[in-house]
């Protein structure tokens, strides 16, 4: 077994709330310069740059997990991840079909744009990507289940958009494969308010808008090998993969 670090949640220059620095090429670059073997990419309620950023990061010995940061109809961020490119694809499609056709305004939440390998502008996203899809929870979690994925409420100890934040609880067999929790002091508060919580699988991402935060925080993976496959049974514990911290 080795040990990998893991960053799950970083957005790009796609995000309206990404700094117009977090190309998918300054991101795997910031990744190497931090040591983190696994990142995953997760925009919000969008996927487009999934796959060029695991392209780049395929060159520099960089495992990236696919997906996004969906918002469901109660307003909670959870990360989703597929293996597949036609999953991810569905994925897609199943945002495309569910966000609300309100348009972006680029002056008040930032640009929304998808970009080739040379950072040129291949596409701008018009609708506003920060939005809550008409998706619940439950519908979100067997969607992603049904089709293979992984599903990982985001930031659950934030004061908004996180499942606390918004449902007050942690909903009986929601069936989570793991819960992401915030670093620092805030978070080991919310933990001992929560007992309940800590024998759930638990990670943690830096939610990277810029390229300073990427890799500020990371969970330690126990695995054979980065892959989907390796990951998700570290999230579960099976067969000596696990969650170092």
Do not use: W
């Not at 972006?104 to 040129?120: I, K, S």
């Not at 934040?165 to 989570?176: C, E, H, I, R, T």
């Amino acid at each position: 077994m080795k040990t990998f670090r893991a960053d799950l949640h970083i957005h790009t220059v796609l995000s309206p709330c990404g700094s117009l620095e977090m190309s998918p090429g300054r991101i795997v670059d910031e990744a190497l310069l931090k040591g983190i073997d696994i990142i995953g990419i997760t925009d919000h309620n969008t996927t487009r740059h999934c796959r060029l950023v695991s392209d780049l990061a395929a060159r520099k010995g960089i495992f990236v997990m696919k997906g996004a940061e969906v918002t469901t109809r109660e307003e909670v961020h959870c990360l989703v991840f597929f293996e597949k490119t036609e999953k991810l694809q569905l994925l897609q499609d199943y945002i495309d079909s569910n966000l609300p056709d309100i348009g972006n305004d680029p002056d008040l939440f930032g640009d929304q744009v998808e970009v080739d390998e040379d950072e040129n502008i291949i596409y701008t996203e018009h609708r506003m990507l920060l939005n809550a899809t008409s998706v619940t929870i439950d519908d979100l979690v067997k969607f992603v289940h049904d089709n293979g994925g992984l599903f990982i409420p985001a930031h659950i100890d934030r004061l908004k958009n996180s499942i606390f934040s918004q449902l007050g609880f942690l909903p009986d067999g929601l069936n989570a494969d793991a819960l992401e929790v915030s670093a620092g002091p805030n978070a080991g508060k919310f933990m001992s308010a929560h007992p309940g919580l800590s024998g759930l699988s638990l990670v943690t991402g830096s939610d990277a808008h810029f390229p300073e935060r990427i890799g500020t925080s990371y969970t330690l993976l126990e695995l054979e090998e980065a892959s989907f496959t390796e990951i998700s049974m570290a999230l579960k514990g099976e067969n000596g993969r696990r969650i170092l911290r």
